[in-house]
């Protein structure tokens, strides 16, 4: 049976992180928008802390991403977290691990 499991991103998985950024884009017909590198990705999200990524894994190998942000509702005076990304990679889907 597959193991289902996360982890959080380090920085030297930034090269990582942009592999599924590009590959999100492509599915979605956007790969010519896409300007973000690797040294942004790594300023952005491990330097100033504006994003955070989970990697979605089987058996440990990372097969997907998730990128989110903390937000802060000004009507509702609560934190809450806003997911801009989630991609898993074709082969692996229809298995509920987006869900």
């Not at 802390?49 to 937000?71: C, D, M, S, T, Y």
Request: proline letters at 0%; zero cysteines.
């Amino acid at each position: 049976m597959d193991k289902l499991s996360f982890r959080y991103a380090k920085e030297e998985d930034s090269e990582l992180i942009l592999y599924f950024i590009k590959e999100i884009a492509k599915y979605e017909n956007l790969l010519d928008e896409v300007d973000a590198t690797v040294d942004l990705i790594k300023e952005g999200v491990f330097k100033n802390k504006i994003a955070e990524v989970l990697f979605i894994q089987e058996n440990e190998k990372e097969i997907g991403f998730a990128l989110f942000f903390h937000n802060f509702s000004t009507f509702t005076g609560k934190a809450g977290l806003y997911l801009e990304d989630i991609y898993i990679e074709e082969k692996y889907r229809r298995k509920g691990y987006g869900k």
